[in-house]
């Protein structure tokens, strides 16, 4: 079946760093989504995305469709403590899909 | 803001006990989905429904079981519990014009 890499797997930064995470695929995806979930939680959408090559901000928070349809970004700016957790990335392989293919996650640590 | 509910959050329980995780929303949603995840770990797909009487085996081997008889309401049951079902399982919902899941906070299940 279709998977997605995710990386990288972990991050240790200091407060205020920006950080950059990408998910990749060999096949093409409809949407990608973006979760954070924190310890103990499940996860909680971020932004999601309908269109190659498609930026979308949410605050420091922006996503980026990748043109070629089989990768996408998340970058975050001017990190802060309550970013910690850990990011997960979905797609859906195509219009209609039932279900969306998760990445492996990346987990984010802030050094204050 | 999703409206999907999980109980209990947490639940310590003995081997060869039967178990129900119960998980509801009130968003009208007919897709609902169980994932199982392992602490810190990726998402696992064991179970789906696309609607009332509609239930689908995921991508993972579970031994738990679903049921569907209301379209707010998605219980999944383990009939003997074992510690190798110590896990956190994760429901979600999600409407079928969109691509985006909606999760619940998580059961956390540990299994002596």
């Known amino acids: 079946g279709q998977q997605l890499n995710q990386s990288p797997q972990s991050m240790f930064i200091q407060e205020g760093e920006d950080v950059s995470m990408n998910c990749t695929s060999s096949s093409i995806f409809n949407t990608w989504l973006w979760y954070k979930q924190d310890p103990g939680e499940g996860p909680v959408l971020l932004i999601a995305?309908?269109?190659?090559?498609e930026l979308t901000s949410n605050g420091r928070l922006t996503a980026q469709f990748g043109i070629t349809r089989k990768d996408s970004f998340l970058n975050i700016s001017a990190s802060i403590p309550s970013d910690v957790g850990i990011y997960f990335c979905?797609?859906?392989?195509?219009?209609?899909?039932?279900?969306?293919?998760f990445g492996q996650g990346t987990r984010l640590t802030i050094n204050p | 803001e999703a409206d999907i509910y999980q109980t209990p959050r947490y639940l310590v329980i003995g081997t060869g006990k039967k178990i129900t995780l119960e998980c509801s929303q009130t968003m009208g949603h007919d897709k609902m989905y169980w994932y199982q995840q392992d602490p810190g770990m990726e998402l696992h797909l064991i179970h789906y429904s696309y609607g009332v009487n509609s239930t689908e085996k995921g991508d993972l081997s579970s031994e738990s079981t679903v049921s569907r008889i209301r379209t707010e309401h998605f219980p999944l049951t383990l009939e003997s519990a074992r510690p190798s079902h110590t896990s956190q399982y994760l429901c979600?919902?999600?409407?079928?014009?969109?691509?985006?899941?909606?999760f619940g906070p998580g059961t956390r299940l540990l299994v002596l």
């Open positions: 979600a919902s999600r409407k079928t014009s969109s691509e985006t899941q909606y």
């Open positions: 995305l309908y269109k190659a090559g």
């Open positions: 979905a797609g859906q392989p195509f219009q209609g899909a039932q279900k969306l293919v």
